[in-house]
């Protein structure tokens, strides 16, 4: 089956930088990538998703990049700010069957003032 | 529109004890999912059920059952909780093989003493 690796699994940034999570997977069918934010206590929500048809996606502060051949995607966020604090997940999935989605153990942002 | 519901939020359970987690979804999505959330360990899948009247094991599947009561409706059963099935457990609905996102719900905070 998929297995999905995430790095780092803590990161601490100041206010105003930008963060950069980096998620690998195995399966070389896997094209649907979508990144989730946990608030604590909360449930994980879509925050952004790739589709193997493109490279690159953005929205407003986040970015993803996906490289299908590395068989690795990352999630950017730039000029961070303290409401970005969270645990994030990657996860990956097949566009066929009922390919269900596998997820990264996820990172934790801290994001300092 | 609630999306997807669970219940109970909260339940202490001593070992040895049944119970059922509930969770239904107004999304009329035909997939539903069953997750835990452990410290370090991301989101494993317990239990998935890609339309009514199927279910599949997941990756962690030992120690629970579901039934797909209806398109709706989606319960998980621990026949006899150990502490080891200490955990926030989470109901989704989605369909990713389609290159569509999966929405949890509110998660259900389980302890087993």
């Known amino acids: 089956g998929e297995n999905v690796e995430q790095h780092p699994s803590t990161l601490s940034v100041q206010e105003g930088d930008s963060a950069v999570i980096k998620c690998t997977y195995s399966?070389?069918?896997?094209?649907?990538f979508p990144w989730y934010k946990q608030e604590l206590g909360k449930r994980p929500q879509l925050i952004i998703d790739i589709r193997s048809n493109v490279g690159e996606k953005k929205d407003q502060r986040i970015a993803v990049t996906l490289n299908k051949t590395a068989k690795h995607f990352s999630l950017h966020i730039t000029e961070t700010q303290p409401e970005d604090s969270a645990v994030y997940f990657c996860?990956?999935?097949?566009?066929?069957?009922?390919?269900?989605?596998?997820f990264g153990k996820g990172t934790m942002l801290l994001v300092s003032p | 529109n609630a999306g997807v519901t669970q219940t109970p939020k909260f339940q202490v359970l001593k070992t040895g004890q049944s119970m059922t987690l509930q969770c239904a979804q107004d999304m009329n999505h035909n997939s539903m999912y069953w997750y835990r959330q452990d410290p370090g360990m991301g989101l494993r899948l317990i239990y998935y059920s890609a339309s009514e009247g199927t279910t599949d094991k997941g990756e962690v599947p030992n120690g629970y059952n579901v039934s797909r009561l209806n398109k709706r409706e989606f319960s998980l059963r621990l026949e006899s909780a150990a502490p080891s099935q200490t955990s926030v457990y989470f109901c989704?609905?989605?369909?990713?093989?389609?290159?569509?996102?999966?929405?949890f719900g509110e998660g259900s905070w389980l302890t087993v003493v």
């Open positions: 399966d070389s069918a896997s094209n649907y």
């Open positions: 989704a609905t989605g369909q990713p093989f389609s290159g569509n996102t999966i929405y």
């Open positions: 996860a990956a999935s097949k566009q066929s069957g009922y390919s269900t989605l596998t």
